[in-house]
């Protein structure tokens, strides 16, 4: 059975306001007060979802992003008063899967919650055989596991669904708006550079598996997923 939505955030009156959203929305919650609390929560029963708020003190939210990022990939739904696009970018550079900027709507909130869950669904073709093989990189669809050669890639599920798009799609350029659309279904805009700082987060863990030159960037169009060969 899948676990609860936790929602870490120091304001009681926010973590209500969420808790009773999600519940009617037909979500199980989780609370924790501060960064401390989460990881006990989370090591005790792993949650479905993290609703994380961005400025708690102590632990903020970002370095609990890293600290869960080290062990599990559940998805991550960061809540902040700043607006900043330098911080939004950064909170999704070290795992998190969408950002709601302070204050928000509660029926927004939910739908964005909706749409991070829904993505266990393929936006891209499937094969009788579900598992694209690209080079030395396999992704198995049904699994949502990523391997290059015999290396594990621990991608967030906004990674792997770009990845699979373009694995889907061998040799064919897609555009930013292709890969949104594979990332969040097509109902929620985000920026190119959000877009770009998906694609670095992608680039970069395959070069760490030893990938060669992984995705290319068609200027002025899009990307390509190149031959994905180990290096020699």
């Not at 621990?154 to 897609?174: D, H, I, K, W």
Request: charged letters at 25%; glycine letters at 10%; a negative charge.
């Amino acid at each position: 059975m899948a676990g609860p939505i936790l929602v870490v955030d120091d304001d009681p009156h926010i973590r209500d306001v969420i808790c009773f959203a999600l519940t009617k929305a037909g979500y199980a919650t989780a609370i924790a007060r501060d960064g401390h609390e989460a990881l006990a929560r989370i090591a005790a029963q792993p949650p479905r979802l993290i609703v994380l708020d961005v400025g708690m003190p102590g632990m903020d939210g970002l370095e609990l992003c890293r600290q869960v990022r080290r062990t599990s990939e559940v998805p991550i739904l960061f809540l902040s008063a700043r607006d900043e696009e330098i911080d939004r970018v950064l909170g999704l550079e070290i795992g998190g899967d969408d950002y709601v900027t302070k204050p928000f709507s509660p029926r927004e909130l939910v739908a964005r919650v909706g749409i991070i869950l829904r993505r266990g669904t393929p936006r891209f073709p499937v094969t009788p055989d579900p598992v694209l093989v690209h080079g030395g990189l396999t992704l198995d669809l049904k699994r949502y596991e990523a391997h290059f050669g015999a290396e594990e890639l621990a991608l967030t599920a906004t990674e792997f669904a770009m990845l699979a798009a373009l694995a889907a799609r061998p040799g064919l350029v897609l555009s930013r708006d292709q890969l949104m659309d594979a990332a969040y279904s097509g109902r929620v805009h985000v920026s190119d550079r959000t877009i770009d700082s998906h694609v670095r987060n992608i680039r970069a863990k395959l070069a760490a598996a030893g990938c060669g030159e992984g995705i290319a960037t068609v200027h002025g169009i899009g990307f390509r997923l190149s031959a994905c060969e180990p290096l020699a």
